[in-house]
């Protein structure tokens, strides 16, 4: 080894191996460390003044949206060690009262269907920020999620790959129409009374759109039907009286001697409006609702089945969609107001015990229905149907010819369920989880051309009677998947998730600002 090499090493061991002087005594980290602790202390600096004088903009993500822009200079407001992101959010957005919650994951499933059975919280669902990304500036809106966000929870990957067909056509559900009704043979009454060439103008001529293009005003009989059905030759024909022993139906001036709450329309009806021969009485004109004949029609009910609550508050049987059971509430708070103002001129005792617990039950209800999402109970509407099983078959038998006599005109366009008349919705809503704007889509395609389950385009305009299979209310006149998929693909339009579907808060409670305001 050279003399050279053997000065710069040491030996170690009885076979005096040669090292390296500087493993047995190793340079000096001074340096080193002094180093890092002016990096250290050039760091901290710059997060001081970054956080002091700038508000934390340089070491931010990016700016706030301008929704959160006054939490800028506060990263702890919402990131906060032992806090969620959601638990952060609902700090602000869940205000005292608001017992779901206007912007819990659980109205955002509420919030298009208004179906409280939609409401089900799973361990795996995603949080606030997930889906509403912060720290894209200014102007970025928060409900602008990105697609890959919808994907991660549903099954199929866009509205062209694995979409399932809209529920109503897949799961083959009827209309809830409550009508007997065939849309051709109206189109041909509307066409030749109207002098229209044109079946889309037949079409429109009920189905009136709102002041925004995107649906319709509900139907009404006054305003579409009232023209030709129910005119002054309608009549019941002569009915039985009620008497001992005798099912029947009460007479106008029975009604206005026993003088009970909401019959203050008895006082007002022309006696004129009916005939009497010995124990049967009929009545002409009929009027759509006709009060004598709901009366009567209640009356009847009664005998067969027992009411367990607020059924004799409504014109019509109780039968709604789940999303729909505040009708029912709004119904029966109608008619108690209805009572309440027939009662208050009355002096009676025994009236304004009455009025007292109407006034009573009226507040209750109303209480219940100013909270958008109340656990409403429809079980309030329902008939006891064991009464009618513990009947005398005859006196069913007897009871049911009296009410399908009463209801014969009814008849020639509602059905008659539970000795009620079937409930018929004006404003049907069909694709309720989606958002659909009727303006949009017919300056590119024309009415029949997407509602065509029913052939009003080939057959309106011939005189042959149409088979009710092929024409009736129950038939679903709405377009498939497959038809909106001719347009809304990659290649033409947006078929986008946010396209149809917003998946956003019920902003109606936004006002009120009880849910501001802690009382406790």
């Known amino acids: ?25 190793p340079a000096s980290r001074n340096p080193l460390l002094w180093v890092g602790a002016l990096l250290v202390s050039v760091v901290m600096s710059f997060i001081l003044y970054d956080i002091g004088l700038r508000g934390g903009g340089a070491l931010s993500n990016g700016p706030l949206s301008s929704s959160h822009a006054v939490l800028e200079s506060d990263c702890g407001s919402c990131h906060s060690e032992g806090k969620t992101m959601a638990a952060s959010c609902s700090g602000c957005h869940e205000k005292f009262g608001d017992e779901l919650g206007v912007y819990t994951l659980a109205a955002h499933y509420v919030y298009r269907s208004q179906d409280l059975q939609r409401v089900h919280i799973e361990d795996a669902e995603p949080d606030c920020m997930d889906c509403h990304v912060e720290h894209e500036g ?3 809106p928060l409900t602008r999620v990105a697609e890959l966000e919808c994907v991660g929870c549903h099954e199929f990957a866009s509205f062209n790959s694995g979409h399932p067909q809209f529920e109503p056509l897949a799961n083959g559900q009827p209309e809830r129409g409550g009508l007997a009704f065939a849309h051709i043979q109206h189109i041909r009454e509307v066409m030749k009374i109207e002098e229209l060439t044109d079946v889309e103008q037949s079409c429109l001529y009920c189905h009136r759109p709102r002041p925004d293009g995107t649906s319709f005003e509900p139907l009404d009989f006054e305003a579409h039907c009232d023209s030709c059905h129910l005119t002054t030759a309608g009549a019941t024909p002569f009915l039985p009286v009620a008497a001992a022993g005798v099912t029947g139906v009460s007479t106008l001036s029975t009604i206005q001697l026993e003088g009970r709450p909401g019959t203050e329309w008895a006082l007002f009806t022309n006696p004129n409006e009916f005939r009497q021969r010995g124990p049967r009485v009929m009545k002409t004109p009929l009027h759509h609702e006709d009060p004598w004949v709901m009366e009567n029609l209640r009356r009847l009910r ?5 009411d367990l609550g607020l059924t004799d508050l409504l014109r019509t049987t109780p039968d709604v969609a789940p999303h729909q059971i505040r009708v029912l509430y709004e119904e029966a708070i109608a008619a108690l107001e209805a009572q309440a103002l027939g009662l208050r001129s009355r002096p009676e005792p025994e009236v304004q015990q009455d009025l007292e617990r109407i006034t009573e039950l009226l507040a209750a209800l109303s209480r219940k229905l100013e909270d958008p999402y109340a656990d409403l109970d429809e079980t309030r509407f329902l008939l006891d ?18 009410i399908d006599a009463l209801t014969e005109a009814c008849r020639k366009c509602h059905s008659i369920e539970k000795a009620g008349i079937r409930r018929v919705e004006t404003d049907q809503r069909v694709l309720r989880r989606a958002h659909f704007d009727h303006r949009a889509h017919i300056l590119q395609v024309r009415c029949l051309e997407c509602h065509n389950q029913i052939p009003i385009g080939d057959l309106a305009g011939g005189q042959e009677a149409i088979d009710k299979s092929v024409d009736n209310s129950a038939i679903l006149n709405l377009a498939g998947i497959e038809t909106c998929q001719q347009c809304h693909n990659p290649k033409l339009t947006s078929d986008r998730c946010v396209t149809c579907h917003y998946f956003h808060p019920n902003k109606s409670q936004r006002s009120n600002l009880l849910l501001y305001v802690d009382t406790e």
């Open 302 to 306: 009664g005998l067969l089945y027992e």
């Open 385 to 402: 149907l064991q009464r009618r099983a513990g009947l005398a078959d005859e006196t069913v038998t007897a009871t049911e010819e009296v």
């Open 1 to 25: 080894m050279s003399p050279a090499i053997k000065g710069k090493k040491g030996t170690f061991s009885r076979l005096r191996l040669p090292v390296a002087r500087g493993y047995s005594f």
């Open 138 to 140: 200014r102007e970025a």
